[in-house]
């Protein structure tokens, strides 16, 4: 007896929604896993695009120079300048300048002045790569230096062991210049902005799209929807009236995170002003993220709604709200580890026909000014959800609701 028990349960748990949402999983974490992999391979190449720009022209500064390229890329080296200052806007890289007096100020026990100008070529964990090898390279080029100088010199001042003055003068990155900081820095402050945003929109999606998917499971277990059909009602009501009253659930839920998060930014306000130079968001911009995150909200609602119809029962209903999941995760760690201008094109389109990606990115798009970005994804998030309510009330308007039938004439059915 106590196996057929364990079948009957087996059978309803491990059903065929179950299976096809663990092989995405499993897809996603294996993809996270070749992600990692590859930037720890990236950082191992010990490889970047380097300029060094020597103005001092002496024996110390050409030591230098030469120890410095030993971590460029090699084909990069070969470049002629312009094609160098290209490739560096594209790649990403530094220019690393030699000021005049670099070898007199070392040899009088001084330091020799090396400015930094840093172009990255996103905001992702990826494109930050290039900088900690050009970080790693001054560090082993400047034990190097001190090596030489010990050797070759002979000097045994103690100031001899740090002979640099290293000075961050600018990050450029996305067409926008940050002054006095190091990419380090402008990583970790881009990172407690923008990866705050997509955990809310998972938790939002979660919260809100299981409940659409469960009442789905519930009524129909409790035959409340039959009855809610064969009433005088609209259906194109019902389906409205569904995904606006998640919806309105949604609208309290952006409020009370935009005013959370409101309060967590002005934690950063000292942090800002004493650091660098950076956009403050406006009352407007907040507006934009929370339309964005709304719009986002009432599609991803839509889609738990087409979900739910397929739910047998609320015990099915529950293995439902994992697809949805998994669109929310793609976007996430994408965005997360390459920024969107640095994706392949594919990546890209798949990124961009994701509505909850356009949330996600929201904040980084108002740091870069990137505007028309923003309305694209709004537009695209209201055109997603008009086009899914008009679908799901054609659906609605088949018998597949009550008899499991009828999803044939899903394309016989007017709208109105």
């Not at 024996?59 to 094609?83: C, H, I, N, Q």
């Not at 705050?196 to 979660?206: K, Q, R, S, W």
């Not at 995170?257 to 409101?262: I, K, L, Q």
Request: charge should be positive.
């Amino acid at each position: 007896m106590i196996f057929n028990i364990i079948k009957k349960e087996v059978k309803e748990l491990l059903t065929r929604s179950t299976i096809i949402s663990l092989i995405f999983v499993s897809f996603i974490l294996g993809s996270i896993g070749n992600f990692v992999s590859k930037a720890e391979e990236g950082v191992s190449n010990r490889s970047a695009n380097i300029i060094v720009d020597d103005k001092d022209s002496t024996e110390l500064s050409e030591v230098f120079s030469s120890l410095l390229l030993k971590f460029s890329d090699k084909d990069f080296l070969e470049k002629s300048l312009d094609e160098k200052i290209k490739r560096l806007e594209k790649e990403g890289g530094a220019i690393l300048i030699l000021e005049k007096g670099f070898q007199d100020s070392i040899l009088k026990g001084g330091k020799g002045d090396v400015k930094i100008e840093w172009v990255l070529k996103g905001i992702g964990l990826y494109d930050f790569i290039s900088s900690d090898i050009i970080g790693n390279g001054l560090n082993y080029s400047k034990n190097d230096l001190t090596k030489y100088l010990l050797l070759k010199k002979g000097i045994k001042d103690e100031n001899i062991l740090e002979p640099l003055k290293l000075k961050n003068e600018n990050v450029k990155v996305k067409g926008k210049v940050f002054k006095s900081v190091d990419p380090k820095l402008l990583y970790s402050f881009l990172g407690k902005q923008t990866n705050f945003v997509p955990v809310i929109i998972m938790m939002l999606l979660i919260m809100s799209g299981g409940m659409i998917i469960s009442s789905m499971g519930m009524e129909k277990e409790n035959k409340t929807l039959e009855t809610l059909l064969t009433m005088p009602v609209e259906r194109r009501d019902i389906v409205l009236g569904k995904i606006i009253g998640g919806g309105f659930v949604g609208i309290i839920m952006a409020s009370i995170y935009m005013v959370g998060f409101y309060n967590y930014m002005k934690g950063f306000k000292g942090f800002i002003s004493n650091s660098f130079d950076i956009k403050v968001f406006s009352i407007l911009d907040y507006t934009f993220i929370g339309v964005s995150i709304f719009l986002s909200l009432l599609s991803g609602l839509s889609l738990c709604l087409l979900l739910g119809i397929f739910a047998k029962d609320y015990k099915s209903a529950q293995t439902l709200t994992m697809p949805v999941s998994i669109l929310a995760l793609i976007p996430f760690f994408l965005t997360m580890f390459r920024d969107f201008d640095s994706l392949s094109l594919p990546l890209k389109v798949i990124v961009f026909l994701i509505p909850f990606s356009h949330p996600m990115m929201s904040l980084k798009l108002i740091f870069f000014e990137q505007y028309r970005m923003l309305f694209y994804g709004i537009a695209y998030n209201l055109l997603f959800f008009i086009l899914l309510s008009i679908i799901l009330v054609k659906i609605f308007n088949t018998d597949y609701i009550i008899t499991g039938k009828g999803f044939e004439k899903l394309f016989k059915r007017r709208f109105f």
